[in-house]
């Protein structure tokens, strides 16, 4: 890819409205401490590298075709948003990304469709349940009532993440393509799940208040 600080000199800014606050600490469930932040322009390098690293199967899922390299237009288009109708959080660790969740609103609606990405290695540790909370945190203020999503109809670890929230998730099927639909209000459920994923990842003794 080009120098991304040659085609677009601004690029490595901080965006003035850059939701900085949303920035913390996580866990996965194994305890590994991560990094979760909105994305910005400055992070093309580090997408790119974690594109790179994804297996085929994971990207055919996430973009539904064989999709080995972003193009800089993608590049831009991924990291660049606007954090209200289009927004994204990454999760980071010591070595790059781990993680990208994130949602466009669907123009002048409540709802916004959602897409979610975890590295093969990071898969199954909790993180894409985690991204889809903290999207939920990050749209209600927005306006944003209901997530909506495509899936293959045998991605049983999205539809799993989508159940295990505890949001009131309906789903129809077409084409072997799942729409999932849900509120992102809290439910009972997704309060118990969320605490119980917060003690599964930092212990009994230091479980935080706030959310992982
Ligand atoms: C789909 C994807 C984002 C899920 O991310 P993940 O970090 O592996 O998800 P989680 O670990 O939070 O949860 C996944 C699993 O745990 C289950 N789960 C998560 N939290 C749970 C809980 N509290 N209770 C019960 N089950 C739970 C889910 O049912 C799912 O089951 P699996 O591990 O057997 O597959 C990831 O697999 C991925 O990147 N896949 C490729 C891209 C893709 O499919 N994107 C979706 C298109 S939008």
Do not use: C, W
């Not at 040659?6 to 965006?15: A, C, I, L, S, Y």
């Amino acid at each position: 890819m080009t120098d991304d600080k040659d085609v677009h000199p601004g690029r490595d800014e901080t965006p003035p409205n850059y939701p900085g606050y949303l920035a913390r600490d996580v866990r996965s469930i194994t305890g590994e401490v991560l990094h979760l932040r909105p994305i910005r322009p400055s992070d093309a390098g580090l997408l790119v590298s974690f594109h790179s690293g994804l297996g085929a199967d994971s990207i055919y899922r996430r973009y539904f075709s064989m999709h080995p390299v972003l193009s800089d237009a993608e590049v831009v288009h991924l990291t660049t948003v606007d954090y209200r109708d289009r927004f994204a959080l990454i999760v980071e660790g010591e070595h790059g990304f781990v993680g990208v969740g994130r949602f466009d609103r669907i123009p002048n609606t409540s709802t916004a469709e959602v897409a979610f990405i975890v590295a093969d290695a990071y898969q199954h540790q909790g993180i894409g349940l985690m991204l889809l909370y903290n999207l939920a945190d990050a749209a209600r203020p927005l306006g944003i009532t209901t997530f909506t999503a495509e899936t293959q109809a045998d991605n049983r670890s999205m539809m799993g993440v989508f159940r295990a929230s505890g949001f009131a998730v309906t789903s129809s099927m077409e084409d072997e393509v799942i729409t999932a639909t849900f509120p992102i209000k809290d439910t009972d459920q997704s309060t118990i799940t969320r605490a119980r994923r917060r003690l599964i990842a930092y212990g009994a003794d230091e479980i935080p208040r706030a959310d992982p």
